[in-house]
């Protein structure tokens, strides 16, 4: 297995460096979007010490290790695979000797890998250099860990979304869709804690907040959403039970969605 | 013009029957178009609601220049902004060769052949956002403001077919890029939020030197009587802005090499 990992992975890395002027456009976006929740916040905060118990360089501060865990887990696993199944070109992966969800997650580790080399640390030296935002996680071991399962969420989620495909002949609406809710329920756009305290509640039982907002929460040192308070540790093994659940779902969508699968494209 | 208008006509034409083939996925996606619009709206709403605000703003005034936004997305992105994709796409499959051969402008032929009605859902959602936020303001506008305001909004859509211009045309030597949508996103984003609350520096270079202010900010500045006398050079940069991007992009049209990529 990991000899299969080890040369997928190394494959996608080779395949995506070809593009690697596409990756570095994050060098140019990252640093843009930081820039206008640096305008809006610092204007926000005029007058204000705190708000929803984040003061301004803490607010920064989640903006920008947002935007750094965004690197290390970003994916494109579900698109990938309802266009294969669209096309019928996922029949060449039925005859494979290895799952294809293996398959795409060591494609997975390859891209981030890029990733890594030329969008994250370019781009954590912008934040470093040119705002003076220092991320340093809170403990490092447990931040690591965090973005790993953060890594297999997303991952997982829209592996699920692609597997849709096998019962819808285009998902691009519902994934569309699913995409949008995942950024603002993981907390992408603005922290969970400014939602009303009852819809804070809820997305504590849902997916999304796993991909993103705990993991930045496990790096920043401390963990709240909708009154609740846990340890870091508690809230990574929460984490790690999310993760094994959405495997779970996963492999069960997949067993009855191959049923599904006609070989002739749409 | 005549013949202009029936291509035209014909391009719609065949956008709608080619998206209507998958009926279901059209509407979902005309609804996360809409809600995907709202988002802004809804952080905007979370900080006010948090107690904190836009020092000089309030909730509605900000949420009037979001509005703004939305509309000229909703009438200029179902025209022209479909182009971007349609270029990336012909591009790289190096099929943009039949759009060369056509009797007619090839900038004409790429904005009318790239019709697409998703985006329509921006405009009722800005149209929405525009009426609650003008009735909670409670401000009298003038025939004036509205008439100043329409005059900026035009402005408005040729700063996004500038846009658009340049996005597209960079797809002729960037073959495939996806992420030209990206950069876009990024920069507009300047657009939703008042003027005041960035620095001295970049409120200029987003007036004077690439008007993105132009885009929501400004037309929205008309309707709260808060225009200053720097919209005039506002004006003038919107148009040097766009002949530049026309220019643009039929320089990169050279680039084009039908190799595909």
């Known amino acids: 297995m990991l000899r299969t990992i080890k040369g997928v992975a190394f494959a996608t890395y080779k395949e995506w460096a070809a593009y690697r002027s596409h990756m570095l ?15 809006i916040w610092s204007s926000v905060y005029t007058g204000q010490d705190l708000i929803n118990g984040f003061s301004l360089i803490q607010m920064l501060t989640y903006y920008g290790i947002t935007t750094l865990i965004n690197y290390c887990i970003m994916d494109f696993a579900g698109w990938n695979l309802q266009m294969l199944i669209r ?65 297999m969420m997303m991952f997982l989620v829209n592996y699920c979304i692609g597997i849709t495909g096998f019962w819808l002949t285009r998902t691009d609406g519902i994934r569309s869709i699913i995409l949008l809710f995942r950024n603002v329920f993981a907390g992408v756009f603005i922290p969970l804690t400014f939602f009303p305290e009852l819809l804070q509640k809820i997305l504590f039982f849902l997916p999304f907040q796993y991909i993103s907002y705990v993991p930045v929460r496990v790096f920043i040192g401390d963990y709240q959403l909708g009154g ?28 009855k969605g191959i049923k599904k699968f006609t070989g002739v494209g749409a | 013009m ?14 709608l029957a080619s998206r209507m083939a998958y009926r279901g996925d059209f509407i979902i996606r005309l609804i996360v178009m809409l809600i995907g619009d709202l988002l802004f709206p809804m952080i905007t709403l979370l900080i006010y609601q948090s107690g904190a605000s836009f020092p000089g ?37 190096g099929t943009f060769d039949l759009m060369l051969i056509k009797p007619c402008s090839i900038l004409y032929f790429s904005v009318v052949s790239s019709f697409n009605i998703e985006y329509i859902g921006s405009f009722f959602g800005g149209v929405t956002i525009l009426i609650y936020a003008l009735a909670n303001l409670q401000i009298g506008i003038s025939l004036i403001s509205w008439m100043n305001f329409l005059v900026l909004f035009a402005f408005s859509i040729l700063v996004l077919l500038s846009f658009t211009l340049i996005m597209s045309g960079t797809l002729f030597k960037w073959v495939g890029n996806s992420r030209v949508y990206e950069i876009f996103n990024a920069i507009s984003t300047f657009s939703l939020y008042p003027n005041t609350i960035y620095s001295k520096a970049f409120q200029n270079l987003i007036s004077y030197i690439i008007p993105i202010a132009m885009i ?5 500045a008309a309707l709260l009587n808060r225009l200053n006398s720097g919209v005039f050079y506002s004006i003038i940069v919107c148009c040097l802005f766009f002949l530049i991007s026309r220019a643009f992009w039929y320089m990169m049209l050279k680039n084009y090499t039908s190799a595909g990529g």
Request: net charge positive; charged share 10%; glycine share 6%.
């Open chain 1, 25 to 39: 456009v994050s060098l140019f976006v990252g640093p843009l979007y930081f820039l206008v929740q640096y305008y």
């Open chain 1, 87 to 151: 096309t019928g070109r996922f029949i060449t992966f039925m005859l494979r000797p290895v799952s294809h969800r293996l398959f795409a997650f060591s494609q997975k580790i390859g891209h981030r890998m890029l990733g890594f080399c030329l969008e994250l640390l370019p781009v954590y030296l912008v934040f470093t250099i040119a705002f003076d935002i220092h991320l340093i996680p809170a403990n490092i071991l447990w931040s690591i860990l965090s973005i790993f399962l953060g890594f």
């Open chain 2, 216 to 220: 929501a900010f400004y037309p929205a």
């Open chain 1, 228 to 255: 609740m308070e846990f340890t870091i540790a508690q809230i990574v093994g929460i984490q790690a039970i999310y993760v094994i659940m959405m495997l779970l779902l996963s492999e069960l969508m997949w067993r």
């Open chain 2, 57 to 93: 703003w309030n909730l509605y005034e900000v949420l009037l220049i979001q509005a703004v936004f939305m509309i000229a997305k909703g009438i200029s992105f179902p025209f022209f902004y479909g182009m971007v994709y349609n270029i990336l796409n012909k591009v790289r499959e």
């Open chain 2, 2 to 15: 005549i013949h202009a208008i029936k291509i035209f006509l014909s391009g719609v034409k065949v956008a």
